[in-house]
């Protein structure tokens, strides 16, 4: 098994993307990048403790690739966005790409760099390529929210205008 962690926004919209798919072992909502210990989901939201929201996701290479993962992460974001994504605002919420290799980091910048150049945003694509750090588990209730509360997860991705975006620009 292999990590991938990608920040995009708030992580109950970016879990299930990437939950179906065979080779995806787990993906687990977090925090990552920022300077304190052990935060809370009201530190994190705060601003205070420099993290974003993240997912984690452990995935058999050998059945689903980091180059496939890259693909579902950027159709996920609007990577011309510096202020948060969607109705999410502030640091927490900005996009990034946290890489664990350097391999990782090479399939990254490969792919933000074509996806630059494609044309398909008239605006520079400001999503980072970060080292990943210390990955802190989200408390239970924001693990596979989209399944424990499904009532809530459409109303809250129905206004956040994620969906929108993704039928312009990816569909």
Known sequence: MEKATFAGGCFWCMVKPFDTWDGIH???SGYMGGHVENPTYEDVKKGTSGHLEVVEIQYDPTIFSYNELLQI???QIDPTDAGGQFQDRGESYKSAIFVH???QRELAEQSKEQLASSGKFSKPIVTEIREAKIFYEAEDYHQ???KKSPDHYKEDRA??????FIQKHWK
């Open 159 to 164: 206004q956040s205008g994620r969906d929108e």
């Open 144 to 146: 596979d929210f989209y």
């Open 101 to 103: 290799t350097d391999e």
């Open 26 to 28: 787990k993906v687990t």
């Open 73 to 75: 992460f950027w159709q």
